[in-house]
């Protein structure tokens, strides 16, 4: 039988992706694909999957009162943060690590739209609660079947959050100017993506026969 992946994602136009750019190039694999926990159980049946595919951040149903942030009020905040004619400021008279200098101050540049972003996405209601629960269940239900997370807005606190819950792997959506290139550059990485999860069902594979003692 081929191995059997199952891709759990809240939005339709990832699941579109998934079917149409990504799995026609898998032949060898065979793809279930659903919106939630208890849909994938249901469509499974009695077949036990090789692999969860899952999307990292979805709606938290517990934020009661979700909206967008005011670009007024996205302005009044990017206009506080250091441009760079602070991180280049003095630079020429450092002395000390020069290149460590640089880089930290143009990081405060980039925590600050990080921190801008992680806001926004509170305010919508939008985090990783929705992935770690998919993650949790597959781990109570699958024990043993690896489970990897494919996100597109995932943050370096994501990634120490998904270590900690004991995810197998982590991967990065392709992201484009609009829906079109993100197609495009989602059936580049396909193959490698494709690969990568290949490998990582043949490890958890190799180490059942291994623990059963099978030769």
């Known amino acids: 039988m081929k191995p059997l992946i199952c891709f759990i994602d809240d939005s339709a136009f ?15 694999l065979e793809f279930v694909q659903a919106c939630t926990f208890t849909e ?34 996205l302005r009044a905040r990017i206009a506080r943060f ?22 930290k101050r143009l990081f405060m540049v980039v925590d600050c739209w990080r921190r801008l972003f992680q806001d926004a996405c509170d305010q919508i209601g939008q985090n990783r609660k929705y992935g770690l629960f998919n993650l949790k269940e597959a781990r109570m239900h ?3 079947v690896p489970a990897v997370f494919y996100t597109r807005k995932s943050l370096i606190n994501d990634a ?21 290139h993100t197609r ?15 490998e990582i069902i043949a490890q958890s594979t190799t180490k059942i026969f291994d623990l059963c003692g099978c030769p």
């Open 82 to 103: 250091p441009d760079l004619d602070q991180v280049y400021e003095g630079l020429d008279s450092f002395e000390g690590d020069l290149n460590n200098e640089f880089l």
């Open 14 to 28: 990832e699941h579109d992706l998934v079917r149409n750019e990504i799995a026609p190039l898998a032949p060898d």
């Open 142 to 144: 699958y024990p043993g």
């Open 184 to 198: 495009r550059l989602t059936r580049e990485y396909a193959p490698l993506l494709l690969n990568d999860l290949r």
């Open 160 to 180: 120490v959050a998904l270590i900690r819950a004991g995810a197998d792997g982590l991967f990065i959506k392709p992201t484009g100017l609009d829906d079109d």
């Open 40 to 73: 994938v159980r249901d469509l499974l049946a009695m077949r036990v999957p090789s692999l969860f595919l899952l999307d990292l951040w979805g709606q938290d149903d517990s934020v009661t009162d979700p909206s967008l942030p005011s670009k007024e009020e």
